[in-house]
């Protein structure tokens, strides 16, 4: 006869563990310690096995008889139902493993190391993740939903924060969906926060604009007292448009002196494509007069104290500060407004060379640093025109664009 919650309750424990019988294989199993433990016994594949359902009263007899009815129909359907619960636990155990810190910290290693990225970007990828694992490092990756995700970009917003909460939204969409890619989680939770921040205004970077001003800061360089690695860097970031950081970056080796040529890697690159500078007459003496008092290996322009280290990413725009220009005048990556915006003006160029000669088209090398596609030509041309245009106003000549 099936039990009933009266007899279950009237069961006294004995010497030895005894059973009471359900029916359809459930059965409760009363211990000489009292507890009162339900199980389903069943074949699977000619063995018989016993599935522990839980203990009375936490698991009651309706529940209990719910539970043996679903096992039957995982047998039925060709699943071993302890098999099935171990499985579970193995991914809730992986699951508890697989962090969203542990697997941020592995997307960094396999797809930002190993590939190369620069040094100055994998900084920025560890400090996104230090922002977030306070709330959500120590959490399974596959459990982080869009809420938890949006509390800590949130945080960061009402602090004014603006571009952080934004460039960490992006670097933990990276992580999720590497996670996913690896079946670490199901799918990325901020895929569904589109307009859930506030959107930080364009960042314009203060440039030079007006000859005079021009010419009155190129002599400012000549006369600036420094180092000659800060002297050097100085003299050649207004004449080659790269960022600072790929200026910063630049080594010996990458400079080809024959073809006149300075080749960046792609990993240094913001684009993530090889980058082909042409070197003007001007470029070339500055660098061959600082080769010959610094010598030639490594970094172009290394630290002031550490050789191994490119120069520090402040030593250009502190350089300016010390010379009287304010931040509002003039930044090392604005000198690259300040060339393109003379450039377009002069109307010699074609805008399209322009662009490629700030990387923001495809100038990738592989295919040909000549190749005439990448305006190559007009470039080599546009680079010798504008260091000519430099000299002049730093003369103190005013020369028609």
């Known amino acids: 006869m099936p039990l009933n919650i009266s007899e279950i309750r009237s069961f006294k424990p004995k010497a030895k563990p005894y059973k009471k019988a359900d029916g359809r294989g459930l059965y409760l199993l009363i211990k000489p310690n009292g507890s009162k433990l339900w199980y389903l016994k069943y074949r699977f594949r000619g063995k018989e096995k016993k599935l522990s359902l839980g203990p009375f009263p936490d698991v009651g007899l309706a529940n209990a008889r719910r539970l043996c009815e679903t096992a039957r129909l995982q047998i039925l359907e060709g699943t071993d139902p302890m098999a099935e619960r171990m499985r579970e636990k193995s991914l809730e155990k992986q699951g508890s493993e697989h962090t969203f810190e542990s697997v ?6 396999d797809n930002m190391v190993r590939a190369g990225r ?18 959500i490092g120590d959490m399974p990756i596959a459990d982080v939903d869009p809420q938890m995700m949006l509390a800590p970009l949130k945080k960061m917003e009402a602090r004014g924060n603006l571009e952080s909460a934004k460039k960490c939204k992006s670097f933990a969409s990276r992580v999720f969906r590497y996670g996913a890619a690896t079946g670490r989680c199901q799918s990325d939770p901020t895929a569904i926060l589109q307009g859930a921040l506030v959107s930080p205004k364009a ?34 970031a207004p004449h080659v448009f790269v960022r600072p950081g790929e200026l910063r970056h630049g080594e010996w080796k990458e400079i080809d002196w024959d073809k006149k040529v300075w080749t960046i890697p792609a990993g240094k690159m913001k684009a993530r494509r090889t980058h082909a500078v042409p070197l003007s007459r001007q470029v070339l003496e500055y660098l061959e007069h600082y080769k010959a008092k610094m010598g030639g290996d490594g970094y172009i322009f290394p630290s002031l104290y550490a050789s191994a280290r490119p120069m520090s990413e402040n030593t250009v725009n502190v350089a300016f500060r010390r010379m009287g220009f304010g931040k509002e005048e003039i930044t090392a990556h604005g000198l690259r407004s300040t060339a393109s915006t003379f450039l377009n003006e002069s109307g010699k160029w074609h805008p399209d060379a322009i662009e490629r000669a700030l990387a923001h088209g495809d100038s990738n090398a592989v295919r040909g640093v000549y190749n005439r596609g990448n305006y190559w030509d007009e470039r080599v041309r546009m680079a010798q025109w504008w260091s000519d245009y430099l000299d002049a106003l730093r003369a103190g000549e005013n020369p028609k664009l």
Do not use: M, Q
């Open 104 to 109: 941020a910290l592995e997307y960094i290693e």
């Open 118 to 135: 620069a040094e100055a970007t994998l900084r920025k990828a560890r400090w996104f993740l230090d922002l977030l694992k306070p709330a």
């Open 203 to 236: 960042r314009h970077y203060a440039a030079i604009l007006e000859p005079e001003k021009l010419g009155e800061l190129l002599r400012a360089i000549e006369n600036f007292e420094c180092s000659p690695i800060t002297k050097a860097a100085l003299r050649v």
